[in-house]
């Protein structure tokens, strides 16, 4: 081995020594390149001078000049110790400095051809620097003898040669002292972790004081081995909320602090509990742990967030932190396969240092919580399949209710057609025609609201939460319900709250419609009393909102009481089970009510139920209220001024009849109206005559193309117009992709003139 070494040692100590000479041969070559920029600086500052004198053409000044550049070459020159020639095109030598004439004949010779930097000549090596300075047409050769530099080259490489020798005696000193005192000790020591053995080194106190502490790093590693252990068995033996409370124990319990596992819903921005375990003396109720913490900020970064001591003052917010006056946090991000954050693993206390076997730990127990709520989302997906159950009781609600709908439309379509042949039979009493008119009018918008509740109900999308008013969902659903419940049940209503929530208005009036039809059905075709109610209410029974993981507070409650046969108490605990139905087979799914259950929770509010034999039953929904202004009902319609103008509309519709009516009503309030029944020749005419059109209404659903087919290409040619979409109904084609293409705005049919004319005017008006 030490052989080796030395001609290790011998074969670097040459390439070394070869490498100071060329290294001392590079920087006088480029020492030697710094004076020839200097010098050519020299010049072009006094030629740069003389040009700005503006006496470029004066023969002496140009004399002077010159004269004077080259005092100052020939002085920079010297004063480095700098042997050169400068010659003139035309005139020849001007300068020369410590150069035999010969070496000059041979420098000048190869002006025109260029010489490489380093030169031999008679026998000798010389360093040389050429280059020209054109405007003047000199030729500047600099010259340095290698002999100058022996002298230093010499002494560097004696000193070199020196320093390795004595570094390869103290390299054989040191492997002849680490054999025996390193070495050897070491070699104890490995041999005893080879066998799994804690070492036991007795002798020199560094390599003592190591084996004491691997001895102790190995126990320390057997007790985190015990915790990984641990988790894997909590991790393969344990699902669901048992799961996750488990491992936020173990690792609360490994770490000796409080431990928080958090889920984050990306599509609300939110995040939601999944397990809290509590490793400290204060058993205070912590309603939302999550409160004040970190969670965006980790979400943002993807980073974690450690922190050893004043973490209560770092987040005061954090109620689960102040509560405790917790010293120590670390916060860590919950990242699936692809890298996204599914949640996050927050563990806080008394102060404690964090090592990076901890973070490691907190992260080790992130991955099993990432995979677990992958396992959760594949079993939601697989709960998704029976969305389509679920919208089939939806229809068999509508089902139910057909009956009903089909007699309120024949009341409606009655009224149209008698007052529509009334107005035939009196044609010529222009009093009596507006009057009938106006029942017509009054009948076809019972008719677009009978449409628009259907279709609310049924609908399968879900929309988003905005702040909605039950008061006014329910008085629609009751209209509904009435036109389809038999007349031997009574519909009571006692609403006393006009309280605002934020939900999905769809999803609100389904859980009405739904609890409502179950009400009716249990008393079946005998008399009865339906009873729906709406107050406002203060849940403060704390114990109560705890075990539900609600926040006490001001809800609203929805009350559906009938006065059927009522539920067994057995039959009541299962009533929100997915599928289970007491109605006969083709009666019913099964899942009106867990469908209930599920938009409920999905509101953060709770449902209750009571019912005994032979009373009937009562059920109660609590849904939180929220703060600010009420959401105002419609107001019934007032007759209003005629809303004109003068621009040119261009109006499509593949129906004649809607194009003639639209046309009519348009050109009596004073517009200029260009009609076409396809989208194509529309096209057409505005490709042709662009800025002749203000504003275009156009259906959605016509043949070859379509209204947003048509609205994209129009705003290719003009990316201003203001176009209006209107459509019977759409399920796919929605009022958000309408303003995404451009569209100026989204309108449901039927609509009337008045209210087309105002929307007209006010698209028109806005700059």
Partial sequence: MVTAICLIGAGMYFFVLRSVSDFADEQIKKSLANIASEVYDICDKNFTELMQTGKMNDRKAKIIKKALTLGAIEEY????????VLTDSKKGNLLLHQIKPSLKTFIVKHHSTGISATIQFEGKKYYFQHFNFKPWEWHIGLVKDTRDYAPLIGRVKLVYTITGFLLLLGLILILLLQERFLRRPLNQIIHALRMGNQPEYKGIFELEFLSDNISSMMHSLEEKNKWVKDLYLIAVTNRGEDFFNRV??????????????????????????????????????????????PNYQIVAEKKPIVLSSGSHVRFPAAQCLSEIT???????????????????????????????????????VGQIVA???????????????????????????IGSLAGGIAHDFNNILSGIFGYAQLGEMHIDDHQRIKKYLGQIVKGAKRASALVQQILTFSRQAEHEKIPTMVSVILKEALKLLRSSIPSSIEIENEIFSNATIMADPTQIHQVIMNLCTNAYQAMGN??????????????????????????????????????????????????????????????????????????IKNHNGFITVQSKVGEG???????????????????????????TGTEKIMLVDDEPAILQTLQDILTRHGYDVLTFTSAESALLEFIEHPHEVDLIITDMTMPQMTGDTFSREILKIRDDMPIIICTGYHEIFTETEAMKIGIKKFIQKPIMGTDLSKIIRELLDTP
């Fill in 526 to 599: 005998e008399r009865g009393v339906l009873t729906v109610g709406l107050y406002d209410t203060n849940a403060s029974d704390q114990k109560m909102m705890s075990d539900l993981n609600r926040l006490p507070g001001k809800y609203l409650k929805l009350e559906i009481r009938d006065t059927g046969y009522g539920m067994e108490k057995k039959t009541m605990n299962r009533i929100f089970d997915p599928y289970f139905t007491t109605k006969k087979i083709g009666k019913g799914t099964g899942l009106g009510l867990s469908t209930v259950d599920g938009i």
């Fill in 248 to 293: 936020a124990d173990a690792l609360a319990e490994a770490l000796d602090l409080n431990a928080l596992i958090l889920r984050y819903q990306k599509t609300e921005n939110a995040f939601y509990s999944a397990a809290f375990s509590r490793n400290c003396q204060n058993g205070d109720t912590v309603y939302d742990p999550s409160m004040g913490l």
């Fill in 326 to 364: 917790a010293e120590s946090y670390a916060g860590v991000p919950i990242l699936d396969r692809e890298g996204t954050i599914t949640g996050t693993i927050h563990v806080f206390g008394k102060e404690r240092k964090f090592v990076e076997w901890d973070i490691n730990l907190i992260k080790t």
């Fill in 617 to 643: 039953s009562v059920f109660h929904v609590f849904l939180p209220a929220i703060e600010g202004d009420e959401v105002s009902e419609d107001p019934e319609e007032n007759e209003t001024a005629l809303v």
């Fill in 371 to 397: 995979v677990e709520f992958e396992y959760l989302s594949k079993e939601r997906d697989k709960a998704a399949l029976e969305i389509q159950l679920q919208h089939a009781h939806k229809m068999e609600a």
């Fill in 77 to 84: 020159t010297q004063r480095n110790n700098i042997s050169y």
